[in-house]
């Protein structure tokens, strides 16, 4: 026995960007809209707190 065949596969993406929908139902179209609202939620809050470190660095060597 291998021991590639006692580790968990890794789970596939959620979503892949220019994967065909068209075998997907309305319902799991909904649940990956909703799901990448949320990381585009998690990545603007990601962008603001490096603009803001960015910000308060450019201000301490401003002189």
Known sequence: ??????KPRPKPPA?????DLSALSVHELAERIALL????ARLEMDMGAKE???SA???VFKF
């Open 37 to 40: 609202k949320i990381e585009i």
């Open 52 to 54: 803001a470190s960015k």
């Open 15 to 19: 979503h892949v960007l220019g994967q």
């Open 57 to 59: 660095a450019a201000s």
């Open 1 to 6: 026995m291998f021991d590639d065949d006692l």
